[in-house]
């Protein structure tokens, strides 16, 4: 059974960085893509990164965050800097043997983790 599971989110400051974590179980990573999606209040869920582990391809909607693995803990990462307060949502990871799908059709997802950046 694939599970994904956030961790991370928190409560900052504008400027401020976050590291947020996705456990994945239940799937071999070089047969998947792995990616990170956020739906701020009101609005569309939005793809923001993903990795796909057989070609090592990573792709970042904004340079302020960074997609990151370590396949000895099947964890992925999302590294986000200078935060804003539009950067306010609740954070999904989300998988998929498919590939990316930017507009959010990715077969597996976790339940997701809450950021909130204040001015």
């Known amino acids: 059974e694939v599970q994904l599971v956030e961790s991370g989110g928190a409560s900052v400051q504008a400027g401020g960085s976050l590291r947020l974590s996705c456990a994945c179980s239940?799937?071999?990573?070089?047969?998947?893509?792995v990616a990170w999606f956020r739906q701020a209040p009101g609005k569309e869920r939005e793809g923001i990164s993903f990795?796909?582990?057989?070609?090592d391809s990573t792709y970042n909607i904004d340079p302020r965050f960074t997609i990151s693995s370590d396949i000895n803990t099947n964890t992925v990462y999302l590294q986000m800097n200078d935060l804003k307060p539009e950067d306010t949502a609740v954070y999904y990871c989300?998988?998929?043997?498919?590939?990316?799908?930017?507009?959010?059709?990715?077969?597996?997802w976790g339940k997701g983790t809450l950021v909130t950046v204040s001015s």
């Open positions: 989300a998988a998929d043997p498919r590939g990316w799908s930017s507009a959010g059709f990715m077969q597996y």
């Open positions: 990795v796909t582990f057989n070609d």
């Open positions: 239940g799937f071999t990573f070089r047969d998947y893509t």
